[in-house]
C-alpha cells in the first residue's frame, strides 16, 4: 500500500475515498474514532477480516454497497457460527472500517457508497 490518501492511525491504514456523500456527524462528544476503530481492528482482527471478505464478495457482484449492510452481514454470521451474538463494534467505527478496507484494498473504493466523516 504506497498511496499518498493513506493515513496511518494507530499502525492502522485508512484512505479517504475519492467520492463522499454528505451526511451528519454523529459524533458529539468529539472522539477521535479514527483511533478507536484503528484499536478496534488491531483488536479483532478476525471480525475485521470478515469486513473486508465479504466486501470482497460484494464487489465480485458488481454490487454497489454500504458498510452498514457489511457490517450486518459481519453481525449475521458471527451469531450463526457461534449461536450468540459475541459480535461488537460501535456503529460509529463502520465508516472507519470501510475506509481501512480501501486502504488494504484500493479495487474496492469503486463498489463501497461513502458518507462524509471529520478526519
Known sequence: MSDDNIEWVDGVPFKKPEEEEGA????PEGKDL???TARWI????????????????????SQSFGIGL???????????????DEYKVNNNYRA????????????????????????
Open 24 to 27: 451528519r456527524q454523529n459524533n
Open 34 to 36: 479514527r483511533l478507536e
Open 42 to 61: 488491531k483488536e479483532n482482527p478476525q471480525l475485521a477480516d470478515l469486513f473486508l471478505h465479504f466486501a470482497r464478495e460484494m464487489a465480485a457482484r
Open 70 to 84: 457489511v457490517a450486518e452481514r459481519v453481525r449475521w454470521q458471527v451469531v450463526y457460527d457461534k449461536g450468540k
Open 96 to 119: 472507519y472500517i470501510a475506509r481501512w478496507i480501501i486502504a488494504k484494498e484500493p479495487s474496492l473504493e469503486k463498489c463501497i457508497r461513502f458518507r462524509t466523516v471529520r478526519y
